[in-house]
Structures are given as structure tokens and as C-alpha cells.
């Protein structure tokens, strides 16, 4: 069974500072998504990594993806207050006809 | 549409009845999944339609959940003699096929009083 873990669950940081959400799976994968969501919202897709050693960056968002290591971080660069919300990580397992499994989310809040 | 409509987006209900919730795709899409989401929780996948079919079922949580997509568009998920424990968000997602990004609907929250 695929497992989806996230690290940190919660994390609240202040404006301007750096800091990276963590994203391991227990099976391998080459598919990996990180989606946003806002209170009371639906979430909204950020980025879809599709091979090993792939990096993609929008804004202050930046996700990269290690196959090898089963191992996807999103790192987010001089935070602003626009940026809380919860950001959730999803890995297809592939093969079979299972939807993408997601990881418990990380509710992220930044403070002025 | 522009989007996936989900409806009703609230859904309140009694106990021991049943609810139809609906999901309309994003046109031309032909892999729809649905998931529940609790309160702090994550997404719980429930079902998957390629086109009409649904390949796998295993992820509905008991028999009482069950669930159609007709002319590969709309889909319905009913749940049958709710219980409290049902209350959650369900959310439906498409996508222009298996394993792409998914757009997801605004969900419908139920709660079963």
C-alpha cells in the first residue's frame, strides 16, 4: 500500500523568512503533484513533477522531485502572507486504476 | 464549463437517508475521481471512472456508497441509509486522462445529523 507522508503537519512562519515542506512515499513513483488549498476552498493544482531530478518553479514556489530517494519538497523563498494555506502532496502509484494518494496536508500559516 | 461543478454545495441531511451527490466534468475529460475529505484530514480516495467504467471500487468505504458516470460525463455518487460518520467533503476531480493534473469541483459538504 502507497503511503504519503508530509512534514511538518503545521508550520508558521514569519514574512521574508525560507522554508521547505518535506514529501516522502513508500513506493516508487515517477508521478508527483502539490496542490494548494485555501479554507472553505477546493484545492487548486501548483505543480506536476514527471521525472527524476525535475524542478519546477512558479513565484516563490519552487517543487523538485528525487525518484531515487522517493523524496518531493516544496520550498518556499522570502514568504508573504498570500502564501497560507494548506499544501498537500499526491504520488500516482501507476499501474493500476487507483487515484492519486495524498499526503495529510501542511497547514501553513505566515505571520507579518 | 469552464470548471467541475459539483452539486448540491451543501447537503444536510437525517440519518438513515439517502443523498445523491453530482459531479459535472470538465468537457472532453475523461478520467473523473471522486474523494472525501474530513475535518484536518486528508483526501481519502474513493473511485475512479475512465470514460464509463470504474476499473476499481475498493476504495468505497462500505456498501452503502456507490457510483455511475453516464456518457462519460456526469457522475453521481449516492449514499445509501447515511450515517454520521458519512459527513464530510466529497470531492470530484477530471482530468483529460489518467495519471494529468486534476481539476477539482468545489465539493459538496454533507452532514448527517
Known amino acids: 500500500e502507497l503511503k504519503v507522508e508530509q512534514n511538518p503537519l503545521f508550520l508558521s512562519m514569519q514574512e521574508g523568512k525560507n522554508y521547505t515542506i518535506y514529501c516522502n512515499y513508500s513506493?516508487?513513483?515517477?508521478?508527483l503533484y502539490w496542490y494548494r488549498q485555501d479554507p472553505g476552498k477546493s484545492l487548486e493544482s501548483l505543480f506536476v513533477?514527471?521525472?527524476?531530478?525535475a524542478v519546477k518553479q512558479e513565484g516563490r514556489l519552487m517543487a523538485s522531485l528525487d525518484t531515487k530517494a522517493r523524496l518531493s519538497t516544496l520550498h518556499i523563498t522570502a514568504a508573504v502572507h498570500d502564501l497560507s494555506a494548506t499544501y498537500f502532496c499526491?504520488?500516482?502509484?501507476?499501474?493500476?486504476?487507483?487515484?492519486?494518494?495524498f499526503g495529510k496536508g501542511t497547514h501553513l500559516i505566515i505571520q507579518p | 464549463g469552464a470548471g467541475v461543478s459539483q452539486s448540491p454545495s451543501n447537503k444536510v441531511t437525517e440519518k438513515g437517508k439517502d443523498v445523491e451527490l453530482r459531479c459535472d466534468p470538465i468537457?472532453?475529460?475523461?478520467?473523473l475521481y471522486w474523494y472525501r475529505q474530513s475535518l484536518g484530514q486528508g483526501l481519502e480516495f474513493l473511485i475512479y471512472?475512465?470514460?464509463?467504467?470504474?476499473?476499481?471500487k475498493s476504495g468505497l468505504p462500505s456498501d452503502r456508497f456507490s457510483a455511475e458516470r453516464t456518457g462519460g460525463s456526469v457522475s453521481t455518487l449516492t449514499i445509501q441509509r447515511t450515517q454520521q460518520e458519512d459527513s464530510a467533503v466529497y470531492l470530484c476531480?477530471?482530468?483529460?486522462?489518467?495519471?494529468?493534473?486534476?481539476?477539482f469541483g468545489s465539493g459538496t459538504q454533507l452532514s448527517v445529523l
Open positions: 476531480a477530471s482530468s483529460p486522462a489518467r495519471s494529468e493534473k486534476l481539476f
Open positions: 513506493t516508487t513513483s515517477d508521478r
Open positions: 513533477l514527471l521525472s527524476n531530478g
Open positions: 471512472f475512465q470514460g464509463n467504467s470504474a476499473p476499481d
Open positions: 468537457s472532453g475529460h475523461t478520467a
Open positions: 499526491a504520488v500516482d502509484a501507476g499501474g493500476g486504476a487507483d487515484g492519486l494518494t
